[in-house]
Nanobody, 118 residues
């Protein structure tokens, strides 16, 4: 069965960095676009970053709010997707979720909390 397990969240001061990881299993990882979403309290879940499949070049795209600060990457051998977050802002505080869209269905990890505060 499909499993997505996030790790790497935590508390950091504004301007700090964190790296999130999402370990995937149960599907052909290299063939699937992988995404990071986030959900802040009282807000809708929003797409943060996407990395395409290996067959389409593993290209990355980002929400405007994180462009230039966040980097998504994937290691197909380790079946893991990463989100490197630099220059963190208070407004980046949210639960971050890994996502895979497979055969017309969304799969989600359990989420990892990122808190940015002074």
């Amino acid at each position: 069965q499909v499993q997505l397990v996030e790790s790497g969240g935590g508390s950091v001061q504004p301007g700090g960095s964190l790296r999130l990881s999402c370990a995937a299993s149960g599907f052909t990882f290299r063939s699937v676009f992988m995404r990071w979403y986030r959900q802040a309290p009282g807000k809708e879940r929003e797409l943060v970053a996407t990395v395409t499949s290996a067959g389409t070049g593993g290209s990355a795209s980002y929400a405007d709010s994180v462009k230039g600060r966040f980097t998504i990457s994937r290691d197909n051998a380790k079946k893991t997707v990463y989100l490197q977050m630099n220059s963190l802002k208070v407004e980046d505080t949210a639960v971050y979720y890994c996502n895979a869209f497979i055969l017309l269905r969304d799969y989600w990890g359990q989420g990892t909390q990122v808190t940015v505060s002074s």
